[in-house]
């Protein structure tokens, strides 16, 4: 089994900071192909925030361009993200996802999500 866990959110003055990081661990075959963060804020979908994709890229939501830093380690299986000049907007609960190849069927990436980090952005 593959296990991602969040820490690191929290409750925040607007113009704050927090940084976020997420560690795989578990059944994994190889280096990680894809892995981010992702949003959801009560009663809106779950949006994409920043991540590293199997292509090598990193992508950024419009919305965090310029204020969150995303960066990972990969040897560590772990990712981080430096949130900066937060806003009540940012608040939502914050969810890890990798695609994982697994020992057993190194045919296909699977995908997990961590737990999920609350955070709280107040005005």
């Known amino acids: 089994q593959v296990q991602l866990v969040e820490s690191g959110g929290g409750l925040v003055q607007a113009g704050g900071s927090l940084r976020l990081s997420c560690v795989a661990s578990?059944?994994?075959?190889?280096?990680?192909?894809?892995m981010g963060w992702y949003r959801q804020a009560p009663g809106k979908q779950r949006e994409l925030v920043a991540g590293y994709t199997a292509e090598g890229t990193t992508n950024y939501a419009d919305f965090v361009k310029g204020r969150f830093i995303f960066s990972r380690d990969t040897a560590k299986n772990t990712v981080y993200l430096q949130m900066n000049r937060l806003t009540p907007e940012d608040t939502a609960v914050y969810y890890c996802h990798a695609l994982v190849v697994l020992p057993e069927d190194i045919r296909y990436a699977y995908d997990y999500w961590g737990q999920g980090t609350q955070v709280t952005v107040s005005s």
């Open positions: 578990g059944s994994i075959f190889g280096s990680i192909p894809g």
